[in-house]
């Protein structure tokens, strides 16, 4: 029973398959039929992906099947036996993903459990999202689209079996804390990487061909400068709104920079002090945005205003470089970076908070020597909650022997809350390694 119930499963995605092929979206027709393969692994996400896949399916049958009956009826052709059929195909893919949510489905595939959910999550989330992006986006935003049209959904399918595999990993928070400078410099590499290739003509690499120069800064001062231009600020605060200030731990091409300086410095890291992570970056945020607004006022051209952000990029590189090295800490982004601040404090509106249980936490200074943006002084430690600089990058929770330090949410458990924020930020890291570029 159980083989012949998986074999329907595997039939009901070929199915799908095939009336992706009829519309001649052979990606899709590719992916789907790939899908069944993820059900021989017994992955537990695997099966959950797989069901939510077939629902879907069901819907999509239904639609279709609506669509096809008006049109036999609007030829006067007759349409019964095509409504039987549909309905059989759709009473299929419905009963195959609902089996695969049963119990008896649930001892088939053994493995990942605990994590199977968030993982699933991650997975589909990753792929909706690409997809999404494919579908409103002018230009093929992904690159196997521009290197073969039609194959981006082949590689939204690997994008969303990677989220899903970091999602496991990084459930446990020591992995996550090994993990998260491993994956944020990999982001950053391909970034550049991207690039400069593209630069040296291969032009396929760049998102529009329309450069602008990757300093943070620039998110909020580019805009005001040109008048214009409203992508990287409308993506910037649509992440901050979904993961708060993690933005600048996981997902900022330039913070990896700073990360690994840091990492290069002593240990423990320096703690800097309020006057500088917060009035040192609320001196720079006045000093780009005010600056971009005078250099418009006074018509300088754009390749004079360019050059000055390129001084201020490289300013920041050169704090990262000796102050971030030398103290140990992220020095770029805890006290140079504007937009690190503004993330800090439009990341106060989201409910996501890092919390210290201090009927746990025996002062050890665990959670202290591991943050490096120095969030996590004596004060606030007996206040119970980092300070505005944190960026909930988590290293602190796989740090704490004691497991003292959670995520919070409204309405979760520490374990659900977690779960929930790393499969945001995995699918969004998975996300931005697909389409961003320049």
Same mark, same amino acid.
Request: aromatic share 6%.
């Given at each position: 029973m159980n083989a012949l119930m998986l074999s329907l499963a595997a039939l009901a995605h070929l199915l799908l398959a095939a009336h992706a092929l009829r519309r001649g979206d052979w990606g899709l027709c @590719? @992916? *789907? +039929?790939? $899908?069944?393969? $993820? *059900? *021989?692994t017994r992955q537990g996400w695997a099966r959950l992906a797989a069901s939510a896949t077939l629902l879907a399916g069901a819907a999509l049958w239904v639609s +279709? #099947?609506?669509?096809?009956i008006q049109l036999r009826q609007a030829f006067g052709e007759p349409w019964l036996r095509l409504a039987l059929i549909m309905a059989a195909v759709c009473g299929l893919t419905l009963a195959s993903g609902l089996w695969l949510l049963g119990a008896r489905a649930q001892t088939l595939f053994p493995r /990942?459990? /605990? +994590?199977?959910l968030p993982q699933a999550a991650a997975f589909l989330l990753t792929a909706g999202l690409l997809a999404l992006a494919s579908a409103k986006a002018k230009a093929p935003v992904l690159l196997a689209d521009r290197f073969l049209p039609g194959s981006g959904w082949l590689e939204a399918l690997l994008l969303a079996l990677y989220a899903a595999w970091l999602t496991g990993r990084i459930l446990d928070p020591r992995q996550h804390r090994l993990l998260r400078p491993r994956i944020w410099a990999a982001f950053s590499a391909l970034f550049f990487g991207q690039l400069a290739l593209g630069l040296a003509g291969f032009t396929d690499l760049l998102m529009t061909g329309r450069l602008h120069l990757p300093v943070p800064a620039l998110i909020a001062a580019g805009p005001l400068f040109r008048g214009e231009g409203l992508f990287m600020p409308i993506l910037f605060a649509s992440t901050v709104l979904l993961v708060g200030p993690a933005w600048c731990s996981h997902l900022c091409y330039i #913070? @990896?920079?700073d990360d690994l300086s840091s990492r290069r410095g002593p240990k423990p890291p320096r703690v800097l002090p309020r006057a500088w992570t917060v009035g040192g970056r609320l001196a720079a945020l006045a000093l780009t945005c005010g600056g971009a607004l005078g250099l418009r006022a006074l018509g300088v051209p754009g390749g004079t205003a360019? *050059? $000055?952000a390129a001084a201020f990029g490289l300013a920041g590189v050169g704090v990262m470089l000796f102050a971030s090295q030398r103290l140990g800490t992220m020095a770029h982004c805890t006290a140079f970076c504007p937009i690190g601040l503004v993330g800090n404090l439009l990341g106060r509106l989201v409910p996501w908070r890092m919390?210290?249980?201090l009927d746990a936490c025996t002062r050890c200074g665990s959670c202290a020597r591991a943050c490096r943006y120095s969030a996590l002084t004596p004060l606030e430690i007996e206040a119970g909650r980092p300070g505005l600089s944190c960026t $909930? %990058? #988590?290293d %602190?929770? #796989?740090a704490c022997p004691h497991e003292a330090m959670r995520y919070r949410f409204p309405g979760l458990s520490p374990t659900a809350a977690r779960a929930s924020f790393l499969t945001l930020v995995a699918a969004l890291h998975a996300v931005f390694l697909g389409v961003a570029r320049i």
């Open positions: @590719a @992916a *789907l +039929a790939a $899908l069944p393969l $993820l *059900l *021989l +279709a #099947g609506a669509e096809f /990942g459990r /605990g +994590a199977e #913070g @990896a920079w360019a *050059l $000055l919390e210290i249980r $909930l %990058c #988590g %602190c929770v #796989g």
